[in-house]
């Protein structure tokens, strides 16, 4: 018998407020048909006032608890992957922590960027295997709309707010991947390329939050590379090809990067859950954002094999393999 990570519930939230492309037009030199030929992105949801990366995370792992059919008092660590915290500290995972009434456990913020969810679920894993956590809430969450800068046309259009949670809970298996729950996790990184998609401020250095910078055309260079060789070495570990894989649900940054992995690694389109063209790309958020929607239309069902992966600032990359 060996420990495993089952994926016990999902949730997500997003901000009321839609901007669609029109909507952006008016703001920068763009148009829709520009953004939905190089990306997909078709909408994004931008927060209100008031609305912030703690409250969409709390409202997204409600969701995942009722749906895992658990109470608050059940978790033992809470994971949230954000680059848009609240405050500088403490731990957006406190905060969520405290506003779910939770005073047992532990909580703290994993920084992956895009990666954050990959990361998130990976450390949660090691947690359970360990024996050091029986209960994790891991969440996305974000609020991108705060650090983008208005009048840089190049990354405005990209990106949206929003959060997304699931519940992972120990259970037992045989060790193959026959078992439910997470059968693989990858995760790497590449410092060299820190500044090629970076946030110019921050409290060491200008005091300030600052705002996103990114060269695209490299970063798209890079996610086609990293995620499809990730991909493939976490489907190879788990003694697998990429045709046993039911769904992949990838980290929604820009349809032509999904095709190029696809490609790749020959995968058709209807077994990729695709939601950029509504929520653009919500970094952390955008793995459970994109699960949340597949699980509850009834898209992915128990037993399934689901692959995750995201790549995002770092370079940071990684992948997860669960069976539902
Ligand atoms: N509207 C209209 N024109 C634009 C816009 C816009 N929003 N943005 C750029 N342009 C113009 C440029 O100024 C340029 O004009 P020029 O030829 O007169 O100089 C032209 O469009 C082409 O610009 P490129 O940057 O070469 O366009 P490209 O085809 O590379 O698309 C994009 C840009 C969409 C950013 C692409 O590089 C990309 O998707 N990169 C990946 C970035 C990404 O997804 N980052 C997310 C974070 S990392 C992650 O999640 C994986």
Request: glycine share 10%; with cysteine; aromatic share 4%.
């Amino acid at each position: 018998m060996s420990l495993r990570s089952a994926i016990e519930g999902v949730g997500s939230a997003l901000p009321k407020r839609i901007m669609t492309n029109a909507d952006i037009s008016k703001i920068v030199d763009t148009s829709d048909e520009w953004i939905v030929e190089r990306t997909g992105i078709k909408a994004r949801h931008i927060a209100a006032e008031g609305e912030t990366t703690r409250t969409l995370a709390v409202e997204a792992a409600r969701k995942a608890l009722d749906h895992a059919k658990l109470a608050p008092g059940d978790i033992d660590l809470i994971i949230v992957a954000t680059s848009t915290p609240d405050k500088t500290f403490p731990a957006t995972a406190t905060q969520v922590q405290a506003d779910l009434g939770v005073t047992t456990g532990a909580a703290f913020d994993v920084q992956a960027v895009c990666s954050g969810f990959v990361y998130g679920l990976t450390i949660a894993d090691n947690f359970i295997r360990g024996g050091q956590a029986k209960c994790v809430l891991v969440i996305g969450s974000e609020t991108f709309s705060r650090i983008l800068d208005w009048n840089d046309r190049t990354t405005c259009v990209l990106f949206g707010d929003g959060a997304g949670a699931v519940v992972v809970r120990a259970s037992t298996g045989l060790g193959t991947n026959q078992d439910r729950g997470i059968l693989q996790c990858q995760i790497h990184s590449d410092g060299r390329y820190v500044d090629k998609l970076h946030v110019d401020g921050g409290p060491s250095t200008t005091k300030t939050v600052g705002h996103l910078r990114m060269e695209g055309r490299e970063v798209f260079k890079h996610a086609v590379t990293n995620i499809a060789s990730v991909m493939a070495e976490t489907i190879a570990k788990a003694g697998l090809v990429p045709a046993d894989i039911d769904w992949f649900v990838p980290h929604q940054a820009n349809r032509r990067i999904l095709e190029g992995t696809a490609r790749k690694l020959g995968i058709s389109e209807d077994r990729i859950v695709i939601t950029l063209d509504q929520h653009g790309n919500t970094s952390a958020a955008s793995i459970p954002l994109a699960l949340d929607a597949a699980v509850r239309d009834g898209r992915i069902k128990k037993g399934q094999l689901v692959l995750m992966e995201a790549m995002g600032g770092g370079f940071t990359w990684g992948a997860v393999l669960a069976r539902f």
